[in-house]
């Protein structure tokens, strides 16, 4: 115990530095904010003294098909063969205003997407256009924003070509990402002549992501150390592999044109309180003074009334009525006499960090840890995988049932197996903690309910905090045990006999194992089993 419980408090205290030297300051105040709307209904009205026509959706039949438009993207050359799925309202006179959707996270695609409101803006007499997303060779943190601004405004452009399209009244729809590239297309393309905006995250991506996962980890109940997650998940220094996390979102131009905003009650994604005020405030900046609000009541992300991962769910009532008076009143230059915030009470239950950046170091650190300790794991895989081959082999060819691999010595082997098998138990059930939460921010995400009893993702924290200071403990018997064992061949003394030394390196008078194979595997497994403590401290499982 005198030489166990020391080497205890050096190893416990390590894993404590790390996990305090890695720790994230993350700010959350002010908590529970919320916006009183100016009138409870989200109806849009006019004056129209004059009568001109605005239809309702279902007032035209729709006829639909498809062109395809070759989008460059100039960073790279790469050409996407975009599918483009045109829907115009049959009779309708005049030209008619035109408006492009643009895709929110995934892979949208034109014919599985935005299916039901660009029918509906067709019936009430707009020509709307659904292409394929611009993806080319980009994933979710490279996705590149401005070169898909790019391709979307060829597809305004296409549609300010057509010869029943009024080319001075086509706008843009876009929803939760896409909100991030409609800035740099109004940005660049001065005669956009309206955006809808559906929850627009408002804030750069880093800061937007790192809200809503902060904010919805704590909904689905998962425990308070989780959070430890998010933060340093958050301050990924991920410049080096084209991360679009600190793209400049607050361009001047931005909501300079009349701008509907759409939220729902229920949408657990966005910061609605101080994205409301920023967009205000940029468009006001900017000369514009044209900004709708709406806040629809059990409305999810997409304005949809459940879960959104079930086919046929209906968007939040007048949603659609909503948006097509709104342009077309906007369009015909009336004025508007409804209150431009109105719906539900804006809520937000935390503050969008905005103090968030890229940490280099700690990056560095994590990457280091995380490749170094799986290295580790797989050469100990492989390793015990040669030695189940060689004892087979050993044990056919002797068939006396003594072949003999690793050699370990005084109990050595025993330990190591039980300390081996508990810490990757412990890891298996952070992993399963970590996985639970992540479904149900998922399911959260589309409009699902959290469950009542969080389970694994609440005890699992804990469990994992208690088995690895075990873990720990035993390591520390381990070592005290080969101090004592190396005290007894002469090498822990001072000075070391070398003789003894010679004899503990060249096997004569092992330690660990009588075999090198055993004492090799020894140090690898521990060095890869101490790699999974230094992960678990670099998350916070040592402080939290």
């Known amino acids: ?193 309206f955006q809808i905006l559906l929850s627009p995250m408002v804030y750069a991506p880093r800061q937007s992501l790192g809200f809503f996962v902060a904010q919805d980890f704590s909904l689905v109940g998962a425990h308070d150390g989780y959070q430890s997650i998010v933060r340093r998940l958050f301050h990924a220094d991920l410049g080096k592999f084209g991360s679009n996390f600190d793209i400049d979102v607050d361009l001047p131009r931005g909501y300079a044109i009349p701008t509907m905003v759409a939220y729902g009650s229920k949408d657990v994604m966005t910061a609605q309180v101080e994205g409301t005020a920023h967009i205000l405030d940029s468009a006001h900046r900017a000369g514009n003074r044209n900004v709708t609000v709406r806040s629809y009541s059990v409305g999810n992300h997409v304005l949809r009334l459940g879960d959104e991962a079930e086919e046929g769910t209906p968007l939040a009532d007048d949603y659609v009525n909503d948006m097509t008076t709104w342009t077309e009143g906007t369009l015909a230059g009336l004025r508007q006499t409804s209150e431009p915030v109105a719906g539900a009470t804006i809520h937000q239950s935390i503050a969008v960090p905005t103090e968030l950046h890229g940490d280099r170091t700690l990056t560095v650190y994590g990457f280091a840890i995380h490749i170094a300790t799986a290295a580790l794991l797989l050469v100990s895989l492989l390793m015990a995988l040669a030695a189940l081959v060689l004892k087979a082999v050993r044990l056919l060819r002797r068939r006396n049932g003594k072949a003999k691999v690793f050699g370990f010595l005084h109990g050595f082997g025993g330990e190591l197996l039980v300390i081996a098998v508990t810490t990757l138990a412990t890891l298996v059930l952070f992993a399963s903690g970590l996985g639970q939460v992540i479904m149900a921010v998922v399911r959260l995400g589309w409009g699902g309910a959290p469950d009542e009893d969080p389970g694994m993702m609440h005890w699992s924290w804990p469990v994992v905090q208690l088995v690895s200071t075990l873990v720990v403990w035993a390591w520390s018997r381990v070592l005290a045990r080969l101090a004592e064992v190396a005290q007894g061949r002469g090498i822990a003394q001072l000075p070391p006999s070398r003789a003894a030394i010679r004899d503990v390196v060249s096997g004569r008078e092992p330690v660990l194992a009588s075999r090198r194979f055993g004492r090799v595997y020894f140090w690898v497994t521990a060095a890869a089993m101490f790699g999974v403590l230094l992960v678990f401290a670099f998350w916070g499982f040592f402080v939290y």
Not at 144 to 154: E, G, I, L, N, T
Request: a neutral charge; zero cysteines; hydrophobic letters at 40%.
């Open 1 to 193: 115990m005198l030489v166990t419980v020391p080497i205890f408090i050096i190893l416990l205290g390590l894993l404590v530095t790390v996990s305090s030297l890695t720790s994230v300051p993350w700010a959350i105040e002010p908590t529970g904010q919320s916006m009183e709307t100016l009138a409870p209904g989200t109806a849009v009205s006019f004056d129209n003294p004059q009568g001109v026509a605005m239809p309702a959706k279902g007032t035209y039949r729709v006829a639909s098909r498809h062109l395809n438009i070759d989008i460059r993207r100039a960073e790279t050359g790469e050409v996407q063969h975009m599918r483009v799925l045109v829907r115009e309202p049959v009779g309708a006179p005049g030209s008619r205003p035109g408006m492009v959707f643009m895709h929110g996270a995934g892979r949208g695609m034109s014919d599985n997407s935005f299916g039901d409101v660009a029918t509906d803006f067709a019936s009430a007499g707009f020509v709307t256009a659904v292409p394929d997303k611009p993806l080319w060779s980009t994933g979710t943190i490279t996705r590149d924003y401005p070169a898909s601004a790019v391709a979307y405004d060829k597809v305004v452009s296409y549609l300010r070509g057509l010869p029943s399209v009024d080319s001075g009244k086509v706008g843009i729809y876009a929803t939760s990402e896409s909100t991030w590239i409609a800035q740099y297309m109004v940005q660049n393309d001065r005669h956009i002549a």
